[in-house]
């Protein structure tokens, strides 16, 4: 993962996102951020992804038994960041529903759950992740990704700068995409102090990076 580069990437987006005149320039750069961080066939650019990496040489029993130093699995990990990028920019920023209420993903992934798994142990992680189906979830993860883009292809300079509405806060705990418990709730309090361009900034793009390099510490365990 050639991290330094993207890192310099997300610095210069922090840095134009909230200008008008650099609208245009900011959604290119965060295309280019988001296309690194799923695969490479939902952006269709020439070069090998982050996730790209991740999948390589990738057998079942690693991405569901390995752990990282947190007993989280690549499964889990791939799960928990796809399921927050999918509530997130869905939710709040387009204000429709969820992808993986659209194509009937939970079953096909063969999920226990439809929540982002904050509030899982790690036991309860390994048995999360016993029944996943790998290649429904690569496909889940690109499905969410594309809806992404789309989404902000279409956002204004002022759909930047709006935060989220109470209401839009409580539709994801009464729809079970956060348990309202203390592991997981927090992250309601968290969404709510962003606006639209802190939703693409963490965690549209910075949370994948963090899942990813720890199931690549996964992958990496023998």
């Known amino acids: 993962m050639d991290l330094k580069s993207w890192n310099n990437d997300l610095k210069n987006l922090r840095q134009i996102i909230l200008k008008e005149d650099k609208l245009e320039e900011s959604k290119k750069l965060f295309f280019c951020l988001h296309a690194r961080v799923h695969s490479s066939n939902i952006s269709e650019i020439n070069e090998k992804t982050f996730e790209d990496e991740l999948w390589e040489n990738l057998d079942e029993d690693k991405f569901r038994t390995a752990t990282n130093e947190k007993g989280r699995t690549i499964a889990y990990g791939m799960w928990h960041c796809t399921r927050i990028e999918d509530i997130t920019m869905n939710i709040l920023v387009a204000k429709g529903e969820q992808v993986l209420h659209r194509g009937n993903w939970k079953e096909k992934i063969n999920s226990g759950i439809i929540d982002t798994g904050n509030s899982l142990t790690p036991e309860q992680i390994l048995e999360f992740s016993k029944t996943i189906n790998m290649k429904e979830l690569k496909n889940y993860r690109a499905e969410v990704g594309r809806m ?59 949370h994948h990076v963090v899942h990813l390099n720890e199931s690549f510490r996964a992958k990496k365990k023998s």
């Open 148 to 206: 992404t883009r789309n989404i902000v292809k279409s956002l204004t300079f002022e759909d930047m700068k709006k935060t989220f509405q109470k209401h839009q806060l409580q539709r994801i705990i009464d729809e079970g995409a956060v348990l309202d418990v203390e592991a997981s709730n927090w992250l309601i309090d968290f969404w709510g102090k962003k606006n639209v361009s802190g939703i693409l900034l963490m965690p549209g793009t910075r």
